[in-house]
């Protein structure tokens, strides 16, 4: 312990001799790297690389202490493997890492998870005007055909899984599909659906206004805080709001019951009302609202200059 604390002394004392010269670029840089580093211990605890962390925190002070006391051997196995232990980290966590870098994507160009008062405003984010599509996604009909098909199906308890493509391409899960190109509608919907027809298993995958595939596979969910009374069709839908920026629509065989799940997160147990939200929410409305608002300003804007006119000729 004397050793170690002389050590530690000695470095403190360097440390304390060094010049210290703040400059104002010098603080944005401490505040930018330390908002970088919350955010990516944040992202790591709520992935299965946690684990990672702390066993990597205890081979760094491990390795530290045997620098300390001059342990050659460990202090070379440990600069050897070094290399190789960051290669093998980005290969085993290359799912955590792609999602991280997905979202961070999401976030910069404003894509929203759809129903939260901040989408309704129309809240974008720093990059949305380079990155982020302002037409339409799909139009009332689509929607009202998606919602009135759910819950129909629901009354009959028919399993369903309808995922909904928001900016990202589903080019690989369509693959896994058999191909329809239709255009929506509750009766097709329903028709997918229903039990002992060839297309009933699987999920739909919805672009716009149209069916683009049928019978299509998700990726399943590994998270564990999942209820066990949910069965496969909820952890792949789950599975798909975490792997893709999705909203996926399920339909449980068991209850008849509604829900959704988007940005990894699951909303059980919806309602007409609230599924109509949802999908209003990734809609993309904003440029027609604007347009809307500026026709109106328009007409504002001719009524008075037309009733000026009017005013002055009655003047005369």
């Not at 470095?11 to 580093?37: A, H, N």
């Not at 999705?246 to 609230?274: C, P």
Request: charged share 30%; hydrophobic share 40%.
């Amino acid at each position: 312990m004397e050793i170690l604390w002389t050590t530690i002394s000695g470095y403190l004392d360097k440390l304390s001799q060094l010049p210290v010269r703040i400059k104002g670029t010098d603080i944005i840089e401490i505040i930018l790297i330390s908002f970088l580093i919350y955010h990516i211990m944040v992202w790591i605890r709520s992935t299965r690389a946690w684990g990672l962390v702390k066993g990597i925190a205890v081979l760094l002070l491990f390795t530290l202490l045997a620098m300390i006391f001059h342990l050659s051997t460990i202090i070379w196995l440990a600069e050897k493997t070094l290399g190789i232990g960051i290669t093998a980290v980005i290969i085993v966590f290359q799912p955590e890492l792609r999602k991280a870098l997905e979202q961070l994507g999401s976030k910069a160009s404003g894509i929203r998870q759809g129903g939260t008062e901040k989408s309704k405003k129309g809240n974008k984010g720093l990059l949305s005007g380079f990155f982020s599509k302002e037409d339409e996604r799909f139009s009332d009909k689509t929607i009202d055909e998606i919602v009135e098909a759910a819950f129909r199906l629901g009354q009959t308890k028919t399993g369903a899984l309808i995922v909904m493509e928001k900016d990202v391409l589903l080019i690989d899960w369509l693959k896994t599909g058999i191909e329809l190109d239709a255009i929506v509608s509750s009766g097709l919907l329903i028709n997918i659906f229903e039990h002992n027809t060839p297309l009933h298993d699987g999920a739909v995958i919805i672009r716009g206004d149209r069916i683009l595939a049928a019978t299509c596979y998700l990726p399943l969910s590994d998270n564990m805080k999942i209820s066990k009374e949910l069965g496969t069709r909820h952890r792949a839908g789950l599975g798909a709001s975490e792997s893709a920026d999705v909203l996926v629509i399920i339909v449980s065989e068991e209850t008849g019951k509604v829900s959704a799940t988007y940005g990894g997160t699951l909303e059980r147990n919806l309602t007409m009302d609230r599924l109509k939200e949802l999908l209003l929410g990734i809609q993309k409305k904003e440029k027609k609202e604007k347009e809307k608002e500026k026709e109106e300003k328009k007409g504002k804007w001719k009524f008075w200059k037309g009733r000026e006119t009017d005013e002055e000729k009655t003047d005369e």
